[in-house]
């Protein structure tokens, strides 16, 4: 069974940094994609960054500049490390991995770990 695990929020000032990590167990294969996601009060979940096998990562607007999204050293591990955090950062974020296994699309999703920023 596939289980990612998110660890590192916590409260912040404005102007912090966070550095949230993704642990992933139960797959023999090193996921397609690894992305993290967010769900701020009142708001929809949105994605926040993702990062593909080939290198490839791409960000949303809002934290371009401010965010990095990386592959950890073990396999299936993916980092989000968060510098200048704004109030509007606040979040629950949460890891996701997803791909197609041979012709089966596959997607798993952690259970997430808050973040707050404020003064």
């Known amino acids: 069974q596939v289980r990612l695990e998110e660890s590192g929020g916590g409260l912040v000032q404005p102007g912090g940094s966070l550095r949230l990590s993704c642990v992933t167990s139960?797959?023999?294969?090193?996921?397609?994609?690894m992305a993290w996601y967010r769900q701020g009060p009142g708001n929809g979940r949105e994605l926040v960054a993702d990062?593909?096998?080939?290198?490839?990562?791409n960000y949303a607007d809002s934290v371009k500049g401010r965010f990095t999204i990386s592959r950890g050293n073990a396999r299936n591990t993916v980092l989000l490390q968060m510098n200048s955090l704004k109030p509007e950062d606040t979040a629950v974020y949460y890891c996701?991995?997803?791909?197609?296994?041979?012709?089966?699309?596959?997607?798993?999703w952690g259970q997430g770990t808050q973040v707050t920023v404020s003064s």
């Open positions: 139960g797959s023999r294969f090193m996921f397609d994609t």
């Open positions: 996701k991995a997803s791909g197609i296994w041979g012709k089966f699309p596959y997607e798993y």
């Open positions: 990062n593909s096998k080939d290198g490839t990562s």
